[in-house]
């Protein structure tokens, strides 16, 4: 494989090479956010979970919120996502707060495990209106 570096290009080249290096990063970060996050709700094997919780860190300290709100808002709204109305806000401004950030909160990795694991289990509590839920609320939620 071959790599391509910026720094060989004079400023014209750069200025014309540089839009459609942004789109395309901008289309690919999108794109792998929310596949990401959807298979996070329950479907993705516990033993990948680790590696692609990772991937959605390193997007995130990047990402400026506006580029990626959507992707994130439209995975997380699925109906797979059984958790309820007041779990996605939770889950949501954590993404929020940890976009374009030197790192994300401690509890981020955690509460991805803990959201893959509510929605891999037949457990009632840990569809919306549940034991399991509340405390998840609880626990994630970021005070304002």
Same mark, same amino acid.
């Given at each position: 494989?071959?790599?391509?570096?910026?720094?060989?290009?004079?400023?014209?080249?750069?200025?014309?090479?540089? @839009?459609?290096?942004?789109? %395309?990063?901008?289309?690919?970060q999108k794109d792998i956010l929310s596949t990401i996050v959807v298979s996070c709700v329950g479907i993705a094997q516990p033993?990948?979970? =680790? @590696?692609?919780?990772s991937l959605i860190e390193i997007i995130l300290n990047f990402s400026q919120w506006q580029d990626i709100e959507a992707s994130?808002?439209?995975?997380?709204?699925?109906?797979? %996502?059984?958790? =309820?109305?007041?779990?996605?806000?939770?889950?949501?401004?954590?993404?929020?707060?940890?976009?374009?950030?030197?790192?994300?909160?401690?509890? %981020?990795?955690?509460?991805?495990?803990?959201?893959?694991?509510?929605?891999?289990?037949?457990?009632? =509590?840990?569809?919306?209106? =549940?034991?399991?839920?509340?405390?998840?609320?609880?626990?994630?939620?970021?005070?304002?």
């Amino acid at each position: 494989m071959t790599s391509i570096s910026l720094e060989g290009l004079n400023a014209e080249q750069t200025a014309a090479v540089n @839009p459609i290096i942004e789109s %395309f990063k901008a289309a690919i970060q999108k794109d792998i956010l929310s596949t990401i996050v959807v298979s996070c709700v329950g479907i993705a094997q516990p033993e990948v979970l =680790g @590696p692609m919780t990772s991937l959605i860190e390193i997007i995130l300290n990047f990402s400026q919120w506006q580029d990626i709100e959507a992707s994130v808002s439209s995975s997380i709204d699925l109906e797979s %996502f059984q958790m =309820g109305n007041e779990a996605k806000k939770v889950v949501y401004e954590a993404f929020r707060q940890s976009t374009n950030s030197k790192h994300t909160s401690p509890n %981020f990795a955690k509460m991805i495990e803990e959201i893959s694991h509510m929605h891999q289990t037949d457990d009632n =509590g840990s569809i919306a209106g =549940g034991e399991a839920v509340f405390q998840f609320i609880e626990k994630y939620k970021i005070e304002e």
